[in-house]
């Protein structure tokens, strides 16, 4: 293929990983179906140096409760996604090395950028490129990705730049995602006053002074137990319910 491409394997993936002693294994794909990737470490360092073009640094998953790695300014929106994400129990960076052999029979390589673990005991696998930067080369190596994710009944997911509104919203909230914001009383009175669709601001005046309640407010709005509409910029006025957790 032009450019060094390399197409579909040719050959049975292997997966290389770090298992929880800290050592390194290579095994067949078929072998690690049920590896706990959600709490793998990450298998290559994530580097900062002087001059350096995109940005590494650590998210505080609250789901997972420790650090997860990023070395863009789009994985950490994705991860932040994730972490959002009710669905999601478990989530890791840089998970695993995938190896195959190419068309043109040399080895390729890639690590994803995360793997997710569902309440449901699904998985995710997730690489993300902004889709003017996917080059022949990346596409082929997400290609075969989603191949050996469909082998074992993983979803893939290629993800770009989330909607602007949806990544404010949730950023805005990630602020609060520390269980330090949890007050049970002011927990319980918004609940309560939530118990159908109110406006935001006027209800939280009901609970109590602004500056103790909207903390708490906006934790339960990230652990999904109240909810709004994220398509939408979160203000005053907007009509705050029950959520689906």
Known sequence: MPGGVTGPPTTDFEVGYVDPCGSELRRPLTDVWAV????????????????????SGLWWSSTAGRHVGYESWLERDHVMLLDFDPAVVGVSSQPFWLFWTGDNGKGVSHAPDYFARRDDGSAIVIDCRPAERRKARDLMKFDSTQAACDSLGWEFRLVGAPPPIVLANVRWLAGYRHPRHRLDTISAHLRDVFDEPRPLMDSVHLVGDPISVLPVLFHLLWCNELAFELSVPLHASSLVHPGGR
């Open 36 to 55: 706990r990737f959600e709490d793998a470490a990450p298998v290559r360092e994530f580097h900062s140096y002087k001059g350096q073009r995109h940005l």
